[in-house]
């Protein structure tokens, strides 16, 4: 069983993020691998620890700072880690991102045959969950999204699916590309003796060129949307927060009459 | 681009029209000219009407079976019935966020999900988004020729056209791509009277101040007709089913009013109700982030202030 993730290093949820020219401001110390990425590397770690046998590779693309996503994949259990920069990425929108990705994925298919493509439902920082079926459809894959249960036998993946009006089973061959949701398993934490390994070991480091992708196809040029403006929402006026001393509930109700709300 | 065809998808359930698809038809005259999109089994004359009501002058029609379920088969229906269509809009669910996909990959559209608004800027669509957890407002052009935008529901006010008449129906021939995708079973959710959580107007969530106990959240609920929400806690907990949960990974909800309930306020929960117009919180924890962004915070036992409320509400709407 040979498995890629792709993970996404994200800012810390709770730290200050910034536009700046219309992309998203970021320091390296305030992010890691966005957390819904560790339900993908879960998801694969357990698939091959069923089979008793195959590898984990954890892909990402991004900046200087993205290296930090891979490397929590190796500590989680990932056997390889590989790091796509390139400036000419700038400003990518999501088909850019997954046409590098397809990309990274197709040199990593060609050197030995992979099973399944596994990513997280979305990226917590406002990204949408539109990466994994664009990248589905680049590579010519199947496409099984929002996996809350996922399972691998005769060269098919079957994954369960709650959508809000039915519960699906759909099944793939593979190669396949599936999305695992936050329900889909508990991600372990990383033991001791893997964070030091993770350290140490090796992060394949490719460029545009070495993936054989032309810039202009896949950064800001490319894009089909682009930020105008972007802006912090401003504080709420007039909040109030009072301690019930006997009458809160009357104080709840009449506000929202007020307000017309009720 | 004013006056080209502006497509609409709809979301039906029953047969019945979901609110978020006549306020998109509503936003969608400000864009150009409203045809409305139909899947599955063909509309009845009082959904046609009431499509037409809010303008779409046609609504076209792909029957789909089980397999429109697919991703890429209701891709490739929708696609099939648009080759007009510069702009298309559909509801933000995260089905149609994989049909906006592509869709896109097809037609070679720019796309904007989650947004909030859309116009026109120089012939060009242009949307207005909240990311970062609802803490930033963005404004996003898309610069393509062609155009697709996922709304989300409670973004625009629904109004009626004067003396409109019924959409005309007509029907899209349309063959069902092959796919390696199959479905191999599926099991209805049963679903909850009133409206669904997700396009509510009023919303009131419980979290672990409940304790597991739902009754005077659903009794609040009731009294202001919205619909119950709750914390990923509460449905790890087993208290109330994963159907509920408002959060990143579960439903986004952005109603007029959001009655938070002994929810702490967690960064994940926040992203999923921040967005919406007044919120209200009522936590035991004078410490608890929800009163950072609560319009209106009652530092409390929930099982004084709820009943206290719920009785005043009941004695105005009795008035």
């Known amino acids: ?72 994949a190796l500590q989680l259990g ?49 990204l949408t969950s539109m990466l994994p079926t664009a990248l589905a459809a680049d590579l010519g894959w199947s496409q099984l999204t929002l996996a809350s249960e996922l399972t691998v036998a005769d060269g098919e993946a079957t994954i369960v699916r709650h959508m809000p009006d039915a519960h699906e089973t759909v099944a793939a061959p593979l190669p396949a590309v599936v999305s695992v949701t936050d329900e889909a398993n508990s991600p372990r934490y990383p033991n001791f003796k893997l964070i030091m390994a993770a350290r140490k070991a090796p992060v394949t480091q490719w460029s545009l060129a070495d ?20 802006s912090p929402r401003p504080e709420k006026a007039d909040r109030q927060v009072v301690t019930d001393t006997g009458d809160g509930g009357v104080t709840l109700a009449n506000f929202l009459i007020e307000k017309g709300l009720a | ?18 609110q978020p698809t006549l306020e998109n038809l509503t936003l969608a005259r400000s864009l150009g000219e409203p045809v409305a999109v139909w899947l599955g089994e ?64 097809e037609t070679g559209a720019g796309v904007v999900v989650d947004a909030s608004g859309a116009e026109l800027a120089d012939g060009r669509v242009e949307t207005e988004q909240t990311v970062f957890a609802a803490t930033w407002n963005i404004r996003t052009r898309v610069v393509s020729e062609r155009a697709i935008v996922a709304l989300r529901p409670n973004t625009t006010q629904a109004t009626e056209v004067d003396g409109a008449g019924a959409a005309t129906v007509e029907t899209v021939v349309f063959e069902a791509p092959e796919v390696p995708e199959r479905l191999v079973a599926v099991s209805a959710v049963e679903r909850e009277e009133g409206v669904p959580l997700a396009e509510a107007r009023v919303v009131v969530s419980g979290g672990r101040g409940t304790n597991g106990d739902y009754a005077l959240v659903r009794d609040l609920a009731d009294v202001l007709g919205g619909a119950v929400g709750a914390t990923r806690d509460a449905t790890d907990e087993g208290w109330i089913s994963h159907e509920h949960m408002v959060g990143q990974t579960g439903t986004t909800v952005t109603p ?40 209106l915070g009652i530092v409390g036992d929930l099982n004084d202030v709820l009943p206290q409320a719920i009785a005043t509400l009941q004695e105005h709407k009795g008035a």
């Open chain 2, 42 to 105: 063909p509309p009845s004359d009082e959904a046609s009407a009431t499509l037409g009501a809010y303008g779409a002058g046609a609504v076209r029609v792909v029957e789909l079976g089980a397999a429109g379920r697919l991703p890429k088969v209701r891709a490739a229906a929708v696609g099939a019935a648009t080759p007009d269509a510069p702009v298309v809009l559909m509801t933000s669910t995260f089905l149609n966020k994989e049909v906006a996909t592509l869709l896109a990959l």
């Open chain 2, 1 to 18: 681009m004013s006056g080209n065809t502006v497509a609409v998808l709809v979301e039906h359930r029953d047969g019945v029209v979901a």
């Open chain 2, 256 to 295: 007029a009013l959001y009655v938070a309930c002994g929810i702490s306020g967690a960064v994940h929960h926040r992203g999923g109700m921040q967005a919406s117009g007044t919120i209200v919180a009522v936590n035991i924890d004078p410490d608890a982030p929800i009163f950072e962004i609560a319009d």
């Open chain 1, 78 to 126: 990932a056997n390889h880690a590989i790091h796509v920069s390139d400036e000419e990425i700038a400003g990518a929108d999501v088909f850019g991102t997954a046409k590098v990705l397809a990309a990274a994925i197709r040199k990593v298919h060609e050197e030995q045959p992979l099973d399944l493509v596994i990513t997280g439902m979305a990226a917590l920082d406002g």
């Open chain 1, 211 to 230: 993936i054989g992708v032309d810039g202009v196809t896949v950064g800001a040029i490319a894009a089909r949307t682009e930020v105008r403006d972007a």
């Open chain 1, 1 to 72: 069983m040979r498995i890629l993730v792709t993970v996404k290093f994200t800012p810390d949820l709770q730290s200050h993020r910034s536009f700046t020219d219309g992309s998203v401001t970021r320091t390296a110390d305030d992010g890691s691998m966005n957390e819904l990425d560790e339900n993908a590397v879960e998801a694969a770690l357990q698939l091959v620890e069923a089979a008793g046998e195959g590898e984990v590779y954890a892909l990402t693309v991004g900046g200087p700072d993205a290296v930090a996503a891979v490397r929590k």
